[in-house]
């Protein structure tokens, strides 16, 4: 199973700013889409962004305008930058690989705490 590497959590006050990366062998990145998870304690994992092979961009409604997702076809990288970060945006940030055929590879998770 292809493991997917993350970096860039932490511990942020309200308001601030973090740039979390996800980085995948080429043959995963080249073909999949990408993005990130994110699971609150207690609460279901969702969907937080998610980025097409041709650079198409979805969000969820709660972090519109203060999150970006992009990729880096030179390093195979994604990138998640959040900023105003709200200590809603607490959890623990997943990224994920989605093939075309459905097969799935995930990173190991990296925490996110946003304090009041």
């Known amino acids: 199973q292809v493991r997917l590497v993350e970096s860039g959590g932490g511990l942020v006050q309200a308001g601030g700013s973090l740039r979390l990366s996800c980085a995948a062998p080429?043959?995963?990145?080249?073909?999949?889409?990408m993005g990130w998870y994110r699971q609150a304690p207690g609460k279901q994992r969702e969907l937080v962004a998610r980025?097409?092979?041709?650079?198409?961009?979805t969000y969820v409604s709660s972090v519109k305008g203060r999150f970006t997702i992009s990729r880096d076809n030179a390093k195979n990288t994604v990138y998640l930058k959040m900023n105003t970060l709200q200590p809603e945006d607490t959890a623990v940030y997943f990224c994920?690989?989605?093939?075309?055929?459905?097969?799935?590879?995930w990173g190991q998770g990296t925490q996110v705490t946003v304090s009041s």
């Open positions: 994920y690989a989605a093939s075309p055929r459905g097969v799935w590879s």
């Open positions: 080429g043959s995963i990145f080249s073909s999949n889409a």
């Open positions: 980025i097409s092979t041709g650079g198409t961009t």
